[in-house]
């Protein structure tokens, strides 16, 4: 008779995956001094975006108002000014929103009994 070969012992395997799963996990975790530079990042483009999109509507649309009334740069000045005004606002809230956002939320930790761990 021909012999059956017997399946490997897999009372290991859960152990075996778990172990892989780890390694994996191990090899790919990003590093957070990276995260945070990259964070950190991420805030000034963001931050730089505020404000030159408002500057950005508010030139162009003096430019273009100057342009349908025929006066000179009345409306760009003008408007120039006010998005100057709205991108200093805007980067304002962004920033305030990030500083007092975060100590909100370690408070409401804080109270919860949670910590960051969790």
Known sequence: MADKKRPPDLSDLQSRI????EREQVATRPDPKKRAMASG???AIRLAIEMVAALGVSVFLGIWIDRELGVAPLFLIILL???MGAAFINV???ASGFTHG???DLAEM???GKTRGD
């Open 81 to 83: 000014i006010m998005g």
């Open 92 to 94: 304002y809230k962004v």
């Open 102 to 104: 975060s100590l909100r």
């Open 41 to 43: 990042y991420g805030i």
């Open 18 to 21: 778990a172990a892989a799963r």
């Open 110 to 112: 804080k109270k919860d």
